[in-house]
């Protein structure tokens, strides 16, 4: 007696086909590059951090040696407990072993906690104070930077022009003095400490929401100020390169109205290169997010930096440089995965 062959299950076939065809995709392949690439340069960052925070004078123990109340025998244990006793190449190799392995940043001397716990507390609050400076940023510079294409060289334009050099100009140290002096004079108006109020826990969802948007706000502008300064003027910049091109003159010559033609076909292609710089953006405001979250007293990953620099708390260092850098990485990426979205001209295989 004769078995038959089976016949393949054209389910299976097409779920294969799929899964193949999105190996091979552009996307795949480029995520898969830049993923490489990310991994290559966290491990050079973190080797290079590693070793500048070791030129530091003395460790995290120093300000316990000093205190007659610690013995030489506790500060010993505490030495072996941090792993302090060991050379910096087995400090840095132990810690990267743990990472790899075990996701495991460490542990916070200061705090006395893990590290991944400290900084799953702070990343949420950095990254909502830069995407919400970036919303404000694109909500104010496009609108602007439009209005001063259309009324090239008119007065609105002129004043546009020098209201975005004034913004550019003041960094973002000088606007957060700035709006902190602003939040005095107009107290209780603004608050300027913290993410919450103390009632926070009392209110409901919708009050708890809209106080910690009234706590964003002195923030927000901090950081915002001097990005859509540069952004307006590039968006007036890209739009009036867009405006004399012949397909912008063939639009209006067929009789286009010229809201559509500037909303429409202009702005769509000038928006491009703006996409370009989303990365970049957000990697200035993760710089700026620093300075304005020790000015507003702000929970966030830059004053977390900031206290164990000063405190020498190394792996709680460590993981706060790793994660900023992560953040980068995936800003970049995404900027350049948006601009492939909206423009499929561009090929992702041409980006460097």
């Known amino acids: 007696m004769t078995s038959t062959p089976s016949t393949p299950d054209p389910r299976r076939a097409q779920l294969w086909n799929g899964f193949v065809s999105g190996l091979t995709s552009e996307t795949t392949q480029y ?6 690439q990310a991994i290559l340069t966290l ?10 925070i070791q030129l530091a004078p003395g460790d995290f123990l120093d300000q316990y040696r000093q205190n007659p109340q610690f013995s030489a025998e506790t500060l010993q244990q505490l030495e ?18 743990q990472v790899v392995t075990e996701g ?5 001397f200061s705090y006395q906690r893990p590290v991944v716990d400290i900084l799953a507390e702070r990343i949420p609050n950095t990254l909502l104070l830069s995407f919400a400076s970036i919303i404000v940023t694109w909500a104010i510079a496009i609108p602007l930077g439009v209005i001063g294409a259309v009324k090239q060289n008119k007065p609105t334009d002129k004043f546009l022009r020098v209201l975005a050099y004034i913004g550019q100009g003041t960094p973002t140290i000088v606007t957060g003095l700035l709006l902190l002096f602003f939040a005095q ?32 706000i002195l923030p927000t502008l901090a950081l915002s100020i ?15 390169d867009v405006l004399r091109q012949d397909y912008i003159q063939t639009a209006r010559a067929k009789g286009l109205p010229e809201n559509r033609v500037i909303y429409v076909h202009a702005l769509r292609n ?16 993760l710089g700026g997010a620093f300075i304005t979250e020790n000015y507003f007293n702000w929970p966030g990953l830059g004053k977390l930096i900031l206290q164990a620099v000063q405190s020498q708390d190394l792996y709680l260092v460590m993981g706060s440089l790793i994660m900023g850098a992560v953040m ?24 460097n």
Do not use: C
């Open 31 to 36: 995520i898969l590059k830049r993923v490489l």
């Open 43 to 52: 491990f050079l960052a973190s080797l290079l951090s590693f070793f500048v």
């Open 80 to 97: 072996q407990q941090f792993g302090l006793d060991k050379s910096p190449v087995e400090q840095y190799w132990r810690w990267l072993t």
């Open 104 to 108: 495991n940043f460490g542990y916070s």
């Open 185 to 216: 004079l107009t107290t209780p108006l603004f608050p300027i400490g913290g993410r919450t109020s103390i009632i926070h826990d009392d209110l409901n969802w919708f009050g708890k929401v809209l106080d910690v948007l009234w706590h964003m």
């Open 226 to 240: 001097t990005s859509f300064a540069g952004l307006q003027r590039i968006t007036r910049g890209q739009l009036l």
């Open 270 to 285: 000038a928006v491009n290169p703006l996409i370009t710089l989303l990365g970049f953006e957000f990697a200035s405001l």
């Open 328 to 351: 980068l990485i995936l800003g970049n990426l995404l900027a350049d995965l948006a601009l492939n979205f909206v423009d499929p001209r561009i090929k992702l295989s041409e980006m």
